[in-house]
């Protein structure tokens, strides 16, 4: 069975810069894409960033203004999102997830999913 664990969350400053991981274990070929979703306090999960498992085509949330950056090791089964200049805004528990569908925005595309991993932006 397909296994997501995420790490890399932390406080960190307003401008500041995090990479969070994603180590997939037991992944099946039945996973075409990863992507990262995050989660804030009262808040719906949203969309950040999706990538494809072959060729890395990538999607990004418009919100997001370039600052972040998803990327794949599918030697290491490992998917990362680096995110630079961090705003309190972007405060939230972060998850990843897997999709047997493709590089989507829409939740419900993704059937498996991480425990997340915090991030706190202060200012």
């Known amino acids: 069975q397909e296994q997501l664990v995420e790490s890399g969350g932390g406080l960190v400053q307003a401008g500041g810069s995090l990479r969070l991981s994603c180590a997939a274990s037991?992944?099946?070929?039945?996973?075409?894409?990863m992507g990262w979703f995050r989660q804030a306090p009262g808040e719906e999960r949203d969309f950040v960033a999706a990538i494809a498992w072959r060729g890395g085509g990538t999607y990004y949330a418009n919100s997001l203004e370039g600052r972040f950056t998803i990327s794949i090791d599918a030697a290491k089964n490992t998917v990362y999102l680096q995110m630079n200049n961090l705003k309190p805004e972007d405060t939230a528990v972060y998850y990843c997830?897997?999709?047997?569908?493709?590089?989507?925005?829409?939740?419900?595309?993704?059937?498996?999913w991480g425990q997340g991993t915090p991030v706190t932006v202060s200012s």
């Open positions: 037991g992944r099946t070929f039945n996973s075409v894409a």
């Open positions: 997830a897997s999709s047997k569908i493709g590089v989507s925005g829409y939740r419900g595309h993704y059937d498996i």
